[in-house]
């Protein structure tokens, strides 16, 4: 069957991208296959279950990869791009992320499929996997569930690597370099963090606020202050998500935590002077001000026992990295198709027609809503400039 435009791949981008073809109100045989049993399983989980979709703070400071000039134009262009593309009511919290005011991402995904339902121009094809494309003159064959369709325009839409329970196991990126293009090397990121164990192997499940400061070859890259939550391999937490994109591809990396981020190190340290004259034990001086495990690893692994040499390890307790907990539990790829060949629309170079989306590129956002921001705001800009052409 000869369709417009194919779009490979259900997850955040190709949704936006079919919803924006939709929208434009024109008619256009639109063909959408997606490898898993139902379209935006992904996008269903982020944020918690809740649908952090966008941030406030929409700057290129945010993001990575080969073109972060682009990718930050494209994503700040169109800042409210998923209010076109979900049918609901928006909040901001405290830190800037963007929610569906409901806070259940499932709603969202919902929300889309009935836009995607009543286009009665759409295929809508689940549960099988693109396996081939090619060219043939003008027009692209694909190849999947035993069928061979034809298209005037290809959406490579089909997510990274990172947690293949979403069908997103890096095998689709074999669609692309079959028609020539190169991957740069791929990493997980917004994942947990494996430390060297020794000096936190008695915290594993302790949550602790803190400043986080991340750090390759002695030399500061990012600090964030949130949760960090200890763990058998080392650390979890919103904030450990949000420096692993700054580390996830670096040897020599370490991490500093500071606790206590609203008390000065002057005060802490007469406070444990002043327990110290009283007569308390070394390993309790700082119950009550830290969690009592957490206190008394803090005190063991100081350089001495001085009140400033206890109150240095508190400020900066440095754990060596050892590397991420892996693909499986990131939620994005670092890396992708290399960006050298691809066109500020977001079409090959290589091979007229074809175009990407989302995470299958070289592009990826710190947490806090900016990768799925890059998802929908690509995948609409493809829709854009394929219509453009038709």
């Known amino acids: 069957m000869n369709y417009d435009v194919i779009i490979v791949g259900g997850g955040a981008s190709g949704i936006a991208c079919a919803v924006s073809l939709i929208n434009s109100g024109r008619h256009i045989k639109i063909l959408l ?50 209010s076109s593309i979900f049918d609901c009511l928006f909040v901001i919290d405290e830190s800037g992320r963007v929610y569906p005011s409901g806070k259940q991402a499932s709603a969202l995904v919902d929300g889309a499929m009935k836009t995607l339902k009543s286009y009665s121009a759409l295929n809508l094809v689940t549960g099988e996997k693109v396996t081939e494309i090619s060219r043939s003159g003008d027009l692209f064959k694909v190849n999947y569930g035993g069928k061979t369709d034809d298209a005037r325009f290809i959406v490579l839409c089909t997510g990274g690597k990172a947690q293949k329970q979403f069908k997103t196991d890096g095998s689709a990126y074999k669609l692309a370099t079959g028609f020539g293009h190169s991957l740069t090397p791929l990493y997980p990121s917004l994942v947990q963090i494996k430390t060297d164990t020794d000096k936190i192997k008695t915290l594993k499940g302790i949550r602790v606020d803190c400043e986080v400061c991340a750090s390759v070859n002695g030399k500061p890259v990012k600090k964030v202050r949130g949760d960090v939550i200890f763990t058998e391999y080392g650390l979890s937490g919103n904030a450990i998500f949000s420096i692993s994109p700054y580390i996830a591809d670096k040897q020599s990396a370490e991490i500093s935590l500071s606790f206590l981020p609203d008390i000065s190190a002057t005060e802490i340290e007469n406070k444990i002077y002043s327990r110290k004259k009283r007569g308390y034990e070394i390993l309790e001086i700082l119950s009550g001000i830290l969690h009592n ?94 219509l453009k052409r038709l």
């Open 33 to 82: 296959v997606e490898a898993g049993e139902r379209l935006g399983k992904k996008l269903a989980a982020t944020g918690n279950g809740q649908g952090n979709v966008s941030n406030a703070d929409m700057t290129a400071a945010h993001f990575h990869g080969g073109n972060v000039g682009l990718a930050a134009k494209i994503s700040c262009d169109n800042p409210f791009v998923y």
């Open 293 to 386: 495990q957490l206190g008394r690893a803090v005190v063991k692994s100081a350089r001495g026992d001085s009140a400033k040499e206890i109150t240095e390890n508190l400020k900066r307790f440095n754990l060596k990295v050892a590397g991420t907990l892996g693909f499986d539990y990131a939620q994005v790829t670092k890396g992708g198709i290399d960006m050298s060949d691809v066109s500020d629309e977001l079409e090959s170079n290589l091979a007229r027609n074809l175009f990407f989306a989302g995470e299958i590129l070289d592009v990826d956002g710190d947490c806090g809503g900016y990768n799925l921001q890059w998802a929908f705001t690509s995948g609409a800009k493809v829709a854009e400039n394929i």
